[in-house]
């Protein structure tokens, strides 16, 4: 069956645009955030969930992973999106039975990720035989049994366990130590297309591979630079931290291709003065950078600390805590500054402006996120980012330190948990004396399982007979859409343990099936021992519990721990060594179990009742102590990479617009690019477009040219977007994720960490339309 994508979301109208604002939030964010929570969840259900969202009693923001503060917290502790993630989630709207039996596949596979979700929560288990074009109900038993005999029938290293995450400790850990005792390490998880980069980069550098500071460094810091990063509408608590940190005389700087309305001026929606008056200018420099010119910029920076700013240096902490020093300084001796402009798109004195700044600042912070982890080269683009921190001892202090800020609210948790397709020997050891599998004769997998592109090619290969997704939409978010979900239909058995439908349910096996679960906001109560609460980790390693509290939109959902737990006894059989049902009815018992195997987590169930939770230690950031290979901090000469484009081609970059979360597409306003109703557009420098002979609004098909290593190049087609005339720079393009995911070859991965290189695809623009003037 081959059919084509959307091209039309369900009430996309002609496409909008009006000029970009020039500042975030403000009193039309709280009007949009309470608007979207009525019309899915009512007045009641709303006002419950916002009043319970980030509080000490409450559940974790299924948005993002910004840390909420330890202390005393504001009533509304939480922001326009957070709000807009509750009420996708809170929604009363439902997909039953009867949704399945009057909506084919066939005609869902037509609609947009927007009116997939729109349509409302998952209510029961379904399945999809092979030949039939729609769903039907099936009881749990039943759907647990059939997953049993899939993955009975085949051998371990042909499974595939995909985690998103929103997926608790909890349910992460359980989940990974089924999927290990079935014998495989194959759980690529969301991160692998997210922060792997940053995880890779400071591992290497310095030994851990989590951010240095908590927002208390963020308020003290006297500079902040904010790489690669659009807090205003993915982190937008962390503005409010940045306003902290102006009004107590810090600076900020943006390093964005785009001129992000809320890293320019901010008007916090949370205090009387931010929604009257006019807010407060964030950024006091914003260099706007070519895609991909950071790694350069970087160098640049660490060339003028080296040379002309030599005397700032932090030489105690160089010469007590870090290894390789020298051969960093003289690999930064000398620049080619002609280079560096081409590289940055900056003239030479923007650059040593911003050198000056870091060379006189006593507290420095760099923040970054998806601009920078998902290039090629972001591997050592984020080690140099690491040097130039390292010059000055900026880490392990008070206001200092690096800032990888996470995307999904517990990716971060996840990771800890032990979701990870290259686990390390001593916690696999650590699980297997927990539960004394040795003694029954089970013994772990050591060999590394696949990550997402791994799991791409596999399944491409036909080497992947049972695929389980924990969350998320694994079609929606990966790469190469078109060969993705030609290599999705080759698997036998695809199961979606989810709570909205999404294309990944469209996409199946030979089988699929589709596992409705409780969201963070859902109370927990089916338990002999009364209601469960779970935990998660933020972006800055603080562990918290999170009790959601609404009543559940449909009594057949189970929570995530609960369904992993009866997989698990459905295929591993009742004589197991892991008491899994134990487990499942009791949540105190698998934070025990983790308090086991993470020392880190010592009395767990204790200390994530403390109000605010616990904060795990970070060697760095504690004690200046570096686990690395030396025992100290890694300086690290990097090759300078940049993107050259070829001629009448542009580099492409997809990104999130103001009114999605992830796949998950809110509505259709970018609100803060003055975009609306459409999605499928590329904005494009209006130079650029005059020299491409192309005019403001034409329709065009987007072509992704990729010169793979051997030499071949492929071709993909991303058809019928409207060019929009955009402040990005010269020979730099956007569109939008994940409507642009079509173009990304699955072989174009960063260096190192493997992620796809979703920030920098080459592309031409065909028009759709001949110009009489061509003719
Ligand atoms: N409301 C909402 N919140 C979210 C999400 C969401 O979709 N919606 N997603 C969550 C997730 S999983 C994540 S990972 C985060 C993502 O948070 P972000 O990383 O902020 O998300 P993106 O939209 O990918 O934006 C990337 C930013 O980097 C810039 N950029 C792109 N390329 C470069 C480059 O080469 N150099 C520099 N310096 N900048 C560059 C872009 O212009 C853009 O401003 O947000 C999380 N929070
Ligand atoms: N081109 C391009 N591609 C990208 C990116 C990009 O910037 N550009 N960003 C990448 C990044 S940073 C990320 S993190 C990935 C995101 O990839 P994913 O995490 O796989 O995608 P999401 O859209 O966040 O997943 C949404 C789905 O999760 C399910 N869900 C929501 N809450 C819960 C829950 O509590 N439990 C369960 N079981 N299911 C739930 C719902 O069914 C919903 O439809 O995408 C990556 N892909
Ligand atoms: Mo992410």
Not at 42 to 70: I, K, M, Y
Not at 222 to 248: C, F, Y
Not at 732 to 752: F, G, M, Q, R
Request: a negative charge; one cysteine or more; proline letters at 6%.
């Amino acid at each position: 069956m081959h059919r084509r994508a959307p091209v039309r979301d369900i009430d996309e109208a002609d496409l909008t645009v009006g000029p970009p604002q020039e500042h975030a939030a403000g009193i039309k964010a709280v009007t949009v955030a309470l608007q979207r929570g009525v019309s899915q969840a009512g007045v009641a259900r709303t006002a419950r969930s916002l009043a319970r969202l980030n509080q000490a009693h409450g559940f974790d923001c299924p948005g993002c992973a910004w840390p909420e503060p330890q202390g005393r917290r504001r009533p509304a502790e939480f922001c326009e999106n957070g709000a807009k993630a509750v009420a996708e989630e809170a929604t009363l709207r439902t997909v039953g039975p009867e949704f399945f039996a009057a909506h084919p596949v066939s005609e869902l596979l037509m609609r947009t990720e927007h009116w997939l979700g729109s349509q409302g929560r998952l209510t029961e288990p379904m399945m999809l035989e092979p030949g039939s074009d729609h769903y039907r109900p099936i009881s749990w038993d039943e759907a647990f049994g059939l997953v049993a005999t899939a993955l009975r029938a085949t051998t371990a290293d042909r499974s595939v366990f995909y985690t998103s995450g929103r997926t608790s400790n909890e349910a992460a850990f359980l989940y990974q130590l089924f999927v290990r005792c079935l014998g495989t390490n194959n759980l690529p998880d969301c991160s692998n297309m997210c922060h792997e980069s940053s995880g890779s980069a400071l591992s290497q550098t310095i030994g851990i591979g989590k951010g240095s500071v908590s927002l208390e460094d963020i308020h003290e810091a006297d500079l902040v630079l904010v790489m690669g990063q659009n807090p205003g509408t993915n982190h937008p608590r962390m503005l409010t931290a940045l306003t902290h940190t102006k009004q107590r005389g810090g600076r900020v700087v943006a390093v964005n291709p785009l001129p992000e309305a809320g890293l320019l001026n901010f008007r916090d929606p949370q205090t009387v003065s931010g929604l009257l008056r006019g807010g407060t200018d964030l950024a006091d420099d914003f260099l706007q950078i070519r895609l991909g010119g950071d790694l350069a910029l970087l160098q640049a920076v660490g060339h003028l600390l080296v040379t002309r700013h030599a005397d700032t240096l932090d030489r105690d902490f160089i010469a007590a805590h870090t290894r390789g020093f020298e051969a960093y300084a003289a690999a930064r001796a000398t620049i080619d500054w002609a280079e560096i402009e081409a590289a940055t798109g900056l003239p030479r004195t923007r650059i040593e402006a911003l050198a000056e700044q870091m060379a006189s600042s006593q507290r420095t912070i760099i923040c970054w996120a998806m601009g920078l982890t998902q290039h090629k080269h972001s591997v050592p683009t984020l080690r140099e980012l690491v040097d130039v921190l390292l010059l000055r001892g900026m880490i392990g202090k008070p206001g200092a330190g690096v800032c990888p800020v996470r995307g999904h609210s517990n990716v971060q948790g996840d990771r800890t948990m032990g979701i990870y397709e290259k686990p390390p020997a001593s916690f696999l050891d650590a699980l297997e004396r927990e539960f004394a599998l040795p003694e029954a004769g089970v013994s772990l997998p050591r060999e590394h399982g696949y990550d997402v592109v791994e799991a791409l090619q596999a399944m491409g290969r036909g080497e992947v007979d049972v695929f389980v997704a924990m969350g998320g939409n694994f079609i929606g978010a990966t790469p190469d859409t078109t060969a993705t979900e030609a290599a999705m239909r080759s698997v036998g058995l695809t199961v979606q343990i989810s709570t909205k439908l999404n294309r990944s349910h469209l996409v199946h096996g030979t089988v699929g099936l589709i596992l409705p679960t409780l969201g963070r906001s859902d109370a927990d109560t089916d338990h002999p021992g009364g209601a469960q609460f779970v935990s998660v980790e933020d972006s800055m390693s603080a562990v918290h519990a999170s009790r959601g509290r609404l009543t559940p939109v449909s009594e057949q959902l189970l929570a995530e721990p609960v369904i992993v737990a009866r997989l698990a006894q459905a295929v591993l059989g009742d004589d197991h060594p892991v008491d899994w049902a134990e487990m499942a009815a009791d949540y105190d018992v698998i934070r025990d179990h983790i308090a086991g195997v993470l020392p880190d987590f010592a009395d767990y169930n204790t200390r994530v009742r403390h109000r605010g939770g616990f904060v795990l230690p970070h060697p760095p950031r504690d004690s200046r102590t570096f686990s690395t290979a030396s025992g100290r901090a890694e300086f690290t000469v990097n090759e300078l990479t940049w993107l050259r484009v070829p001629p009448g081609r542009l580099l492409l970059q997809t990104l999130r617009s103001h009114d999605q979360y992830n796949t998950t597409i809110y509505g259709l306003d970018d609100r803060y690019r003055g975009i609306a109703n459409a999605r499928r557009v590329v904005l494009v420098n209006p130079d650029d477009l005059a020299e491409l002979g192309l005019a403001e609004r034409e329709s065009v098909d987007v072509v992704s040219e990729w010169t793979a290593a051997d030499g071949t190049v492929t071709e993909r087609r991303g058809e019928q977007f409207t060019v929009v005339g955009y402040p990005t720079p010269r020979g730099c393009a956007a569109a939008y994720y994940p409507e642009a995911n079509v173009l990304i070859p699955t072989d174009s991965v960063a260096d190192e960490s493997n992620t796809p290189t979703s920030k920098s695809v080459v592309i031409r623009l065909e028009s759709r339309s001949p110009h009489p003037a061509k003719l």
